[in-house]
């Protein structure tokens, strides 16, 4: 993507407000300030970076909680002195432990693939050792790929007949171990749609 020169921002204002909304949900995670060193460090690092008004210096969200704000867009009003940066939270955004500051749950209503994937990324962060995804996780890629192989001749098998159900599940199966090789390799579902956008919105 494109970043907004600083020159096109306002800072002469003093601090401008930054909105955080989530690319993938839309949902609004949190307000923060900038100054233009903030800015810039939120280029250089593309991750997030405000200027702390009680520490009086610049904060990374994510710096002690590991929860970072991955930059993705980054859009500016008609004054040119406020932002909106849509990122990609690597987990709860609030220093309370909520998804957003707004205490609002920040699962995807756009897609439940969104959802789905950030299960994933919540059992593997958490080493849940109950959990199906984190023991296929820790076995390492792999045995991942062998298992999404299984799975699509488990689909093609069931495509050859006509038991409708088995083959929703089959695919659904399919998908499921899909998102955790993404995972595995550090691959968002988003970065494949924007592949598949485009091929197909800009031909």
């Known amino acids: 993507m494109k970043y907004l020169k600083k020159t096109k921002i306002d800072f002469k204002k003093g601090l401008i407000p930054v909105i955080i909304q989530d690319i993938k949900t839309d949902k609004v995670l ?7 060193e903030a800015y810039i460090k939120s280029i250089n690092d593309k991750k997030v970076t405000f200027y702390s008004r009680s520490k009086k210096r610049l904060w990374t969200k ?17 004054d040119q002195d406020s932002l909106l940066i849509k990122a990609e939270p690597t987990g709860p955004i609030c220093h309370k432990g909520t998804d957003t500051c707004w205490k609002e749950s920040n699962k995807s209503k756009k897609n439940f693939l969104f959802f789905l994937e950030n299960l994933i990324s ?5 080493k849940q050792k109950n959990s199906y995804i984190y023991k296929l996780s820790k076995k390492g890629i792999n045995r991942i790929s062998q298992k999404l192989g299984e799975e699509a001749v488990e689909v093609i098998i069931e495509s050859k007949d006509n038991n409708q159900n088995f083959f929703l599940n089959e695919s659904a199966d399919l998908l499921f171990h899909y998102l955790i090789l ?3 390799k ?4 988003q970065d494949v749609i924007n592949i598949l956008e485009n091929r197909y919105l800009k031909s």
Do not use: A, P, T
Not at 62 to 78: A, H, P, Q, T, Y
């Open 30 to 36: 949190m307000l923060g300030y900038m100054n233009e």
């Open 62 to 78: 994510g710096e002690v909680s590991k929860n970072f704000l991955l930059i993705k867009d980054i859009l500016i009003d008609c």
């Open 122 to 126: 919540d059992r593997i962060r958490k």
């Open 186 to 189: 550090g691959i968002s579902i």
């Open 182 to 184: 993404l995972h595995k």
